[in-house]
C-alpha cells in the first residue's frame, strides 16, 4: 500500500504520456522583447527631446544641429556628389572600416601582449611585483599623453596609430588575467597535479578556462577604450578614418558631419561589444548576461 501511494505522489506533478510539454524559454524571450522595447522607446524619446531642442532654437545649428541635417550629412558622406565622393574622396562606411582596422590590429596586438603579462604575473609572484607597477602606471595614462612620443619614434604613419590602440587595450587585460588567474579554485589546481599534470598542462587545462569569464571581459573592456582613443589615434595623419574625419570637420564648424561621426563610432562600438558578448556566452556558457 505504502509503495503505490509512493509511486502516485511522484507521479501526481508529472504530466500524462503523450500531453505536450510546457513551453521552454517562453518567460526570457518575453523579457527580452520587454528590454527591446524600453530600449526603442527610449530611443525614440531622446530623438523627440533632439528634435524639440532644434524647435526651440535654444541653441544655435552650428551647435546643435537637426536630426535632418546630420541625416544629410548621412547621405552626402555615403555617396558622391557635386563631384566629390564621400568626405574628402572615401565614404563613411570607409572612413569607418579604417578606422575597425586598426582597432583590431592594435586592441587585438594589445589583448595578446596583456593576456600572456596577466597569465605570468597571476602564476608567478615574482613577475607580478616586478609587472604590476608598469601596468598600473600604463592605465592610468591618457592616451594623448604619450601619443606625440609615439610620433616622434614612429612618424606621422599608421605605426604611432597602431602602438597607441596596443598600449591602450593591454593594461585591462593584464590586470583582468592575472587577478582571474591568481583566483583559481585551488581543489581543481592541486587535483590536476595530483594526477601528474605538468605546470603547463596545469595553466592550460584548468587555471585558463576557469579565469575565461574575467578574460573577456578584460578584453571586452580593452576594445572599449581603444575605440574610445581612436579619436586621439587620428588626430594626426588620421584621414581617412572615422577620428580624422570627425577632427576634419571640427576645424570647419561642421557639426552635422561631427555629429554623424560620434554615431557611427557609438552604433560600430555597440556592434563589437554584442559581438564579444556572444564570444563570451559561447566560451563560457555558465555565465550569461542579460
Same mark, same amino acid.
Given at each position: 500500500?505504502?509503495?503505490?501511494?509512493?509511486?502516485?505522489?511522484?507521479?501526481?506533478?508529472?504530466?500524462?504520456p503523450?500531453?505536450?510539454?510546457?513551453?521552454?524559454?517562453?518567460?526570457?524571450?518575453?523579457?527580452?522583447?520587454?528590454?527591446?522595447?524600453?530600449?526603442?522607446?527610449?530611443?525614440?524619446?531622446?530623438?523627440?527631446?533632439?528634435?524639440?531642442?532644434?524647435?526651440?532654437?535654444?541653441?544655435?545649428?552650428?551647435?546643435?544641429?537637426?536630426?535632418?541635417?546630420?541625416?544629410?550629412a548621412?547621405?552626402?558622406?555615403?555617396?558622391?556628389?557635386?563631384?566629390?565622393?564621400?568626405?574628402?574622396?572615401?565614404?563613411? $562606411?570607409?572612413?569607418?572600416g579604417i578606422?575597425?582596422?586598426?582597432?583590431?590590429?592594435?586592441?587585438?596586438?594589445?589583448?595578446?601582449?596583456?593576456?600572456?603579462?596577466?597569465?605570468?604575473?597571476?602564476?608567478?609572484?615574482?613577475?607580478?611585483?616586478?609587472?604590476?607597477? +608598469?601596468?598600473?602606471?600604463?592605465?592610468?595614462?591618457?592616451?594623448?599623453?604619450?601619443?606625440?612620443?609615439?610620433?616622434?619614434?614612429f612618424? $606621422?604613419?599608421?605605426?604611432?596609430?597602431?602602438?597607441?590602440? +596596443?598600449?591602450?587595450?593591454?593594461?585591462?587585460?593584464a590586470?583582468?588575467?592575472?587577478s582571474?588567474?591568481?583566483s583559481?579554485?585551488? +581543489?581543481l589546481v592541486?587535483a590536476a597535479?595530483?594526477?601528474?599534470?605538468?605546470?603547463?598542462?596545469v595553466?592550460?587545462?584548468?587555471?585558463?578556462?576557469?579565469?575565461?569569464?574575467?578574460?573577456?571581459?578584460?578584453?571586452?573592456?580593452?576594445?572599449?577604450?581603444?575605440?574610445s582613443?581612436?579619436?586621439?589615434?587620428?588626430?594626426?595623419?588620421?584621414?581617412?578614418?572615422?577620428?580624422?574625419?570627425?577632427?576634419?570637420?571640427?576645424?570647419?564648424?561642421?557639426?552635422?558631419?561631427?555629429v554623424?561621426?560620434?554615431?557611427? $563610432?557609438?552604433?560600430?562600438?555597440?556592434?563589437?561589444?554584442?559581438?564579444?558578448?556572444?564570444?563570451?556566452?559561447?566560451? +563560457?556558457?555558465?555565465?550569461?548576461?542579460?
Amino acid at each position: 500500500m505504502s509503495t503505490s501511494i509512493s509511486v502516485q505522489e511522484r507521479t501526481a506533478g508529472a504530466a500524462p504520456p503523450g500531453a505536450p510539454e510546457p513551453p521552454v524559454g517562453r518567460p526570457e524571450r518575453a523579457a527580452r522583447l520587454r528590454r527591446v522595447g524600453l530600449r526603442v522607446v527610449a530611443l525614440a524619446a531622446l530623438l523627440a527631446l533632439w528634435q524639440l531642442v532644434v524647435w526651440l532654437e535654444l541653441w544655435s545649428p552650428v551647435l546643435v544641429p537637426s536630426p535632418a541635417a546630420v541625416w544629410h550629412a548621412l547621405l552626402e558622406t555615403s555617396s558622391t556628389h557635386d563631384g566629390v565622393r564621400g568626405y574628402q574622396g572615401h565614404t563613411l $562606411i570607409e572612413h569607418l572600416g579604417i578606422s575597425l582596422r586598426r582597432i583590431v590590429i592594435g586592441a587585438g596586438a594589445g589583448a595578446a601582449a596583456g593576456l600572456a603579462i596577466g597569465v605570468l604575473m597571476g602564476t608567478l609572484p615574482w613577475v607580478r611585483v616586478v609587472l604590476e607597477p +608598469a601596468v598600473a602606471f600604463l592605465r592610468t595614462l591618457p592616451p594623448l599623453a604619450y601619443f606625440s612620443l609615439l610620433i616622434i619614434w614612429f612618424g $606621422i604613419d599608421e605605426a604611432p596609430k597602431l602602438w597607441l590602440l +596596443a598600449i591602450a587595450a593591454m593594461p585591462p587585460v593584464a590586470v583582468a588575467t592575472a587577478s582571474a588567474v591568481a583566483s583559481a579554485p585551488t +581543489a581543481l589546481v592541486e587535483a590536476a597535479r595530483a594526477i601528474g599534470a605538468r605546470r603547463g598542462q596545469v595553466i592550460t587545462s584548468v587555471v585558463l578556462p576557469s579565469a575565461l569569464p574575467e578574460i573577456l571581459i578584460g578584453v571586452r573592456l580593452a576594445f572599449g577604450i581603444a575605440y574610445s582613443s581612436v579619436v586621439a589615434a587620428e588626430t594626426v595623419n588620421g584621414l581617412p578614418g572615422i577620428g580624422g574625419l570627425i577632427r576634419d570637420a571640427q576645424r570647419y564648424n561642421q557639426s552635422d558631419t561631427v555629429v554623424l561621426g560620434l554615431f557611427a $563610432i557609438g552604433i560600430s562600438g555597440l556592434l563589437i561589444d554584442a559581438l564579444l558578448r556572444a564570444l563570451e556566452n559561447r566560451l +563560457a556558457p555558465w555565465r550569461r548576461h542579460v
